[in-house]
């Protein structure tokens, strides 16, 4: 499974430590930064790289980490067939892979410890969409609003 892991400037530290704690799992990571010499670290940049990312298969999942994990999110829910959560505890992040089939979890630099993190990441990557029912109805219907509002 290979993961494209994204942050801007606040974030940076943090992307170390779910980094290598993606790589101990035996995930390939493809980092998504701001370069250190880069004036430029402007999060919705970096968000919509890793979105196209996995909205063109290349990732087979989407970690970007932010201030707050809420301007990520919004720049990421931007691309389509992608499906972004912002998340600060393991429930909703396991519920929004369960239930909305989310392909990027978004993650706040500045709201959560690096240890809980890495928690909130593995309750998504260990959890399943729940296929073939209400919720792949539900999550259908996000594609219909995407194609409703192609400018
Ligand atoms: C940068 O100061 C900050 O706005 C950004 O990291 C993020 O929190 C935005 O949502």
């Keep these: 499974m290979r993961i494209a892991l994204g942050c801007d400037h606040t974030a940076l530290d943090m992307k170390r430590f779910v980094k290598a704690h993606l790589e101990k799992k035996g995930l390939d990571v493809e980092l998504f930064i701001p370069d250190e010499n880069d004036e430029n670290h402007d999060y919705p940049v970096f968000a919509e790289r890793v979105a196209n990312a996995v909205g063109n298969g290349a990732c087979d999942a989407g970690v970007l980490i932010c201030g707050t994990g809420a301007g990520m999110c919004i720049a990421a829910n931007k691309v389509n067939g992608v499906r972004a959560v912002n998340c600060s505890e393991a429930f909703t ?54 194609r409703n509002n192609r400018g």
């Design 93 to 146: 992040a396991r519920l929004a892979k369960e239930h909305n089939n989310t392909n990027v979890i978004c993650l706040g630099a500045r709201v959560i410890a690096p240890e809980m993190a890495v928690m909130i990441v593995d309750a998504w990557l260990d959890a399943r969409f729940e296929d073939g029912g209400r919720h792949a109805r539900r999550v259908a219907l996000f594609g219909d609003i995407e």
